[in-house]
């Protein structure tokens, strides 16, 4: 064996097609795509396409449906817990609660709550506050003399639009613009006033 004998089984790599590289390649003029024709074009997407009639994905019916409501819990099986409470991230005297788990790395990010569920064996005495709970997870965690206590987490407040920042600056442009045009007036009437008198003084004369 040597170095110059070293390569790889038949088949495991592949030289790279050429296409449109002359009559010689093999590949050449139409490049394998026959002559016109709707295929032969670019940006041809035919997936489904039965010749007009109804396709498979429409003959075939509907089952389910998706939950819009649907909440996004994050599952923690009760083993995961007697797991952190034995590296001590996490602290069986505190309540454990929803950012409890965050902080000891059991969750990555709090979504609609923790549903905890009953894989694995609990030997602490734990208090837990989820949003939801397995029959069997209740039970191992009654059964090491803890309790379970079911909290809804509290709605996340929406930001404010950006528009009512807006709508609060054009008013003040407004009061701005009324400004100057209150104190144009004033000068006209000043000047009218210092005509006025010599209009009058020849009047007389």
């Known amino acids: 064996m040597r170095l110059n004998d070293l390569r790889d089984n038949p088949g495991a790599t592949q030289t790279r097609k050429r296409v449109g590289r002359g009559p010689g390649s093999g590949k050449g003029k139409t490049a394998g795509r026959g002559h016109k024709g709707q295929k032969s074009r670019s940006g041809v997407a035919i997936k489904g396409f039965e010749g007009g009639q109804m ?26 817990l007697q797991a952190a409470v034995d590296k001590k991230t996490l602290d069986p005297k505190k309540t454990v609660t929803v950012e409890a788990l965050a902080a000891a790395g059991i969750i990555r990010r709090v979504r609609d709550g923790v549903r905890l569920l009953g894989q694995g064996e609990l030997k602490s005495k734990l208090t837990i506050e989820v949003t939801g709970a397995s029959a069997g997870a209740v039970k191992a965690v009654e059964k090491a003399g803890g309790k379970v206590a079911l909290v809804e987490m509290p709605k996340k407040q929406a930001k404010p639009k950006p528009t009512e920042n807006k709508e609060k600056a054009k008013p ?14 004033a000068k006209s009437s000043a000047k009218s006033s210092a ?3 010599a209009k009058t003084t020849k009047k007389n004369s």
């Open 55 to 80: 396709p498979i994905h429409r003959r075939l019916p509907k089952r389910g449906f998706n939950n819009v409501f649907a909440k996004d819990l994050n599952e923690v099986n009760v083993g995961r």
């Open 195 to 197: 005509k006025s008198p």
């Open 172 to 185: 003040e442009a407004k009061s701005a613009s009324a400004k100057t045009a209150e104190k144009k007036p």
